[in-house]
């Protein structure tokens, strides 16, 4: 298993199409140091695990609304977390399974317990497991291929 974590109060870079928050520039930030140390193959899924998703793009669309004024339309594009595991698994070419979870309890366990089970049903060889938080800023990716448990 590789695991990178995304420095906490280091600010991601900004990432194209993606605007008003850290969520999906910390996905695709910590996604990147991850992938870059991969040398492994086979069909890599993407699972994107956060408790609390966009707060910040959740926080402006709503006083946006409250406001009664307009909403951009790139808010509405990342109003879903699957749009930055999208972006991932397209910009890295992966060809595994894209989902988010949203974990009751510990989002650590959570993930690799479905990681797990993506390998275990053979929809995936690896997976790429991203914990995002913004309270505050943190992230953390972990490639996890058949055998690991941890």
């Not at 999906?24 to 992938?35: G, K, W, Y």
Request: charged share 20%.
């Amino acid at each position: 298993m590789i695991e990178v974590r995304w420095p906490v109060g280091e600010e991601p870079p900004a990432l194209p199409g993606f605007v008003g928050s850290s969520f999906s520039p910390l996905a695709a930030a910590v996604a990147e140091r991850c992938l870059e140390q991969s040398t492994g193959t086979g069909t890599t899924g993407v699972l994107l695990v956060s408790r609390s998703g966009d707060e910040q793009s959740a926080r402006h669309v709503r006083q946006v609304v409250e406001a009664g004024d307009r909403l951009g339309p790139l808010y509405f594009f990342q109003s879903v977390p699957n749009s930055v595991a999208g972006y991932i698994a397209a910009r890295w070419g992966l060809d595994g399974p894209v989902a988010c979870l949203h974990p009751v309890a510990d989002p650590r366990a959570e993930g690799l317990a479905q990681a797990a089970l993506l390998i275990a049903d053979g929809d995936a060889d690896r997976v790429l497991v991203l914990l995002v938080e913004q309270e505050p800023d943190g992230a953390a990716a972990l490639l996890v291929s058949g055998g690991d448990n941890r």
